[in-house]
Nanobody
């Protein structure tokens, strides 16, 4: 089992920045991929960014150049730095970790006002 605890998020004006963190605990040595997904109002959950244990990353086209995912394996924590935020980025952001199973955090709200 893997437990994920998110922090960060909140309310910011368009053009601003926010940072999210997700700390993993439990069977962390089996975690391969970690990442962030989001679900906006009336929308399906979508990939934002993922990162492998080795540091390879992949981003949704909508956030490329604005968001940065990073990972500290010594702290079992993944981060999402979000810059140049837009109202369309408003969503609940979920941390995700994959072993042979998939685990989710509880979600944290990000609201970007215009």
């Amino acid at each position: 089992q893997v437990q994920l605890v998110e922090s960060g998020g909140g309310l910011v004006q368009a053009g601003g920045s926010l940072s999210l963190s997700c700390a993993a605990s439990g069977n962390i040595f089996r975690i391969n991929l970690m990442g962030w997904y989001r679900q906006g109002p009336g929308k399906q959950r979508e990939l934002v960014a993922i990162i492998t244990r080795g540091g390879n990353t992949n981003y949704a086209d909508s956030v490329k150049g604005r968001f940065t995912i990073s990972r500290d394996n010594t702290k079992n924590t993944v981060y999402l730095q979000m810059n140049s935020l837009k109202p369309d980025d408003t969503a609940v952001y979920y941390c995700n970790a994959r072993t042979d199973n998939t685990y989710w955090g509880q979600g944290t709200q990000v609201t970007v006002s215009s």
